[in-house]
């Protein structure tokens, strides 16, 4: 079992920044991928960033240019750069355990982000 726990979200100005954290708890040493998602109020959930136990990342092109993901040991974060209204959305982390599938088997509770224009 993993546990996660997201933290650092709030109210931001437009073209502001935030840095958002996940720490995770529980069986750590299972968890072969980390992802941040996000999903705004009427829209599907979507995929930010991913990254495998090592050093490869993944990074939705729509977020290249601003997001970037990063981990230090059970801590995962997002930097968020040059926020936009249209960013507001509560921010999820997840955990994947499994193999052989792209579903991931663990999420936090989320944290929101809400940036005012």
């Known amino acids: 079992q993993v546990q996660l726990v997201e933290a650092g979200g709030g109210l931001v100005q437009d073209g502001g920044s935030l840095r958002l954290s996940c720490v995770a708890t529980g069986s750590i040493s299972s968890i072969n991928h980390w992802t941040w998602h996000r999903q705004a109020p009427g829209k599907e959930r979507e995929e930010i960033a991913t990254m495998d136990d090592g050093v490869r990342k993944y990074v939705a092109s729509s977020f290249r240019d601003r997001f970037a993901i990063s981990r230090d040991k059970n801590r995962l ?13 509560m921010y999820y982390c997840g955990a994947r355990t499994s193999w052989g599938t792209p579903e991931f088997d663990y999420w936090g509770q989320g944290t ?3 940036v005012s224009s």
């Open 77 to 89: 974060y997002l930097e968020t750069n040059r926020l936009k209204p249209g960013d507001t959305a």
């Open 112 to 114: 929101q982000v809400t």
